[in-house]
């Protein structure tokens, strides 16, 4: 959860919404508010909250039926009720459908503040649960390396070399490649596969929060800060920590990784104390780090800390014979989630797949291979299962070839590429950007963040 929550507010009264937003804002909250049932359903559709309080008595649907929406929508978030005395009967129904609590009018801000800070300190602990469950299933859960290319097992055999060593590795290749499979795979083979794997993408956390999510901070320590925060550092004491796009990271937080990474001790935000972890660092990036700290933007002494041994990763275009295994990996993964009967491709559609040069490699491959699934109506997946981009990809045909006198802006053709990428998912998922998200196997907060980042996220949609 991040250090600054969000708080959806509903309530049919205009002055009730205004003083409560004014209240929680300069508590240090994000707010959204909403005047009825219906409209705060299109904001837990779109986005994610921390907790909702809703007044119980509204013109239309009540507060009860809000209950049941959000937690059909979002399990996750906790809903507050706010009740005239004289329907406090109401508010107890509405904790029996699964509200976390109520306050009854009049009330005091006391009271409010003291109510939503013990549902924070709850999703705080839920959210914990939920991440330790994760970590269990990713122990257990298959996560081999496949391919049966001269690439790739050089890569396996890398991944064998240093599963024991205690050297911090660093992962390079294209987005999509596999980095975190190769990363579970080296915890997973070492003497600390019984400790916590614990990853983070730098690229998708907010830089003011970066130092925040790493570190962790203390109650107090900045505007927001209502509780003890615990930092990635802390969560990952004894295993492994997987800092993904690291090169996204600002300078000022890489003099802080690297004291972290020599002295093995670090200090949360607003602490006074040392906190010694044992952690072995795994980082990953698309970019060439040598070329960032060429032009200044990457630190030279934190890329020797991390680089201790490199493990590069190969494109799914280096690799191409590899595709037909993945694709039996993937078609078995999503035909048992999605529970479908299929169980291969038609020859003309495995040709396709083949030809295709997939600019988003492993990632976007099996995206397109759930898609299909999903879409299959037989045992068999055909050419009107696959994607546009698949059956006619003029878009990479026709791409830019560099000669000695001409180059590319290749930042920007990638911005290009993910800027269609998300917009298509955006439009599969009629507008809906949890859904779309999923589409493109990322994160909600990650999948917000790539918008913002390319200026896709329009104030007309409230940016959620």
Known sequence: ???????????????????????????????????????????????????????????????????????????????????????????????????YDYITKPFKVDELRMVVEKALEKKLLSCENRRLRRELRSQTRDRTIIGNSAEIRRVSELISQVADSKANVLISGESGTGKEVVARAIHRGGPRRDKPFVAVNCAAIPETLLESELFGHVKGAFTGAVQNKEGLFEAA??????????????????????????????????????????????????????????????????????????????????????????????????????????????????????????????????????????????????????????LNPTAIADSPRITSTEGVDLEAMLNDYESGLLLEALRAANGVKKRAAKLVGVSFRSFRYRLEKLGLDHPSDGGN
Do not use: W
């Open 1 to 99: 959860m991040s250090a600054k929550a969000r708080i959806l507010v509903v309530d049919d009264e205009r002055s009730m919404q205004e003083f409560l937003e004014i209240f929680f804002r300069s508590e240090g909250y994000d707010v959204v508010t909403a005047g009825d049932v219906d409209t705060a359903l299109v904001h837990l559709e779109n986005d994610e909250f921390d907790v909702v309080i809703s007044d119980i008595q509204m013109p239309g649907r009540s507060g009860i039926d809000l209950v049941h929406a959000t937690y059909e929508m979002s399990p996750e978030t906790l809903v507050i009720m706010i009740t005239a005395f004289a329907s406090t009967e109401t508010a107890i129904s509405a904790m029996k459908e699964g509200a």
């Open 237 to 390: 004491d004894g295993g492994t920590l997987f800092l993904d796009e690291v090169g996204e990271l600002t300078l000022a937080v890489q003099v802080k990784l690297l004291r972290a990474i020599q002295e093995k001790s670090f200090r949360r935000v607003g602490a006074s104390a040392d906190i010694r972890a044992n952690v072995r660092i795994i980082a990953a990036s698309n970019r060439r780090l040598e070329d960032e700290v060429t032009s200044g933007r990457f630190r030279e002494d934190l890329y020797y800390r991390l680089n201790v041994i490199e493990i590069p990763l190969p494109s799914l275009r280096e690799r191409s014979e590899d595709i037909p295994l993945l694709i039996a990996h993937f078609i078995e993964k999503y035909a048992t989630e999605l529970e479908k009967d299929v169980d291969r491709v038609t020859d003309e559609a495995m040709a396709r797949l083949t030809e295709y040069r997939f600019p988003g490699n492993v990632r976007e491959l099996e995206n397109v291979i759930e898609r299909a699934v999903a879409l299959c109506r037989s045992e068999l997946i055909d050419l009107d299962a696959l994607p546009p981009a698949v």
